[in-house]
């Protein structure tokens, strides 16, 4: 049973950068999406980007100017940079496994990030 | 932003049938298949149906979709109050260099 487990920083003020990393535990990182989605609160949820496990990425085009996603598979770990942070970024951002056929299948607990000063 | 659109909300008694709609177009919906998630409070959501009708181990059969041009449905049988949650559509968006939308989500009270 794949597990997604991620941390990072949970208080950050306007302009810093967001950073978050996942682990995948239990499974292959070959074949799948490796994603980020966010979801500001009480709202619904927004797809961030993805990577591949040839480290090929691909972005949402409203945040695409902010976001770098990477890769290490040699520890089965993804990474989340979004630059420039503002209150508007605020949100539960979720790393997630994703593929053609389930979409996303799989995802972590959750990181709250909150952009105050 | 939501690229799918789905009603805020939608209610039923235990033991009735509730539908949720999902609006798209041809380039997400028309073009591929649908994913839907329950969220409960305080989690992450979690897959409820696949590829358009396939349901993950451990999913009850209640859960049940159609799809039809750009839209699509999910059907939730036998209302449980377990059902109370947040329910949100999605699929790939061929448009959108293979940006995958979500619908806007609808809230299920079960009353």
């Known amino acids: 049973q794949v597990q997604l487990q991620q941390w990072g920083a949970g208080l950050l003020k306007p302009s810093e950068t967001l950073s978050l990393t996942c682990a995948v535990y239990?499974?292959?990182?070959?074949?799948?999406?490796w994603s980020w989605i966010r979801q500001p609160p009480g709202k619904g949820l927004e797809w961030i980007g993805e990577?591949?496990?040839?480290?090929?990425?691909n972005y949402n085009p409203s945040l695409k100017s902010r976001v770098t996603i990477s890769g290490d598979t040699s520890k089965n770990q993804f990474s989340l940079k979004l630059s420039s942070v503002t209150a508007a970024d605020t949100a539960v951002y979720y790393c997630?496994?994703?593929?053609?056929?389930?979409?996303?299948?799989?995802w972590g607990k959750g990181t709250t990030v909150t952009v105050s000063s | 932003q939501s690229v799918l659109t789905q009603p805020p909300s939608a209610s039923g008694t235990p033991g009735q049938r509730v539908t949720i709609s999902c609006s798209g177009s041809?380039?997400?919906?028309?073009?591929?298949?649908v994913n839907w998630y329950q969220q409960l409070p305080g989690t992450a959501p979690k897959l409820l149906i696949y590829?358009?009708?396939q349901r993950p181990s451990g999913v009850p059969d209640r859960f049940s979709v159609s799809k039809s041009g750009t839209s699509a449905s999910l059907a939730i049988s036998g209302l449980q109050s377990e059902d109370e949650a947040d329910y949100y559509c999605?699929?790939?968006?061929?448009?959108?260099?293979?940006?995958?939308?979500f619908g806007t989500g609808t809230k299920v009270t079960v009353l």
């Open positions: 999605a699929a790939w968006d061929d448009s959108l260099n293979g940006l995958y939308v």
């Open positions: 590829s358009n009708n």
């Open positions: 997630a496994r994703a593929s053609m056929v389930r979409g996303v299948d799989v």
């Open positions: 239990g499974g292959s990182f070959s074949g799948y999406y």
């Open positions: 041809s380039s997400n919906i028309g073009g591929n298949t």
């Open positions: 990577i591949n496990h040839s480290g090929s990425t």
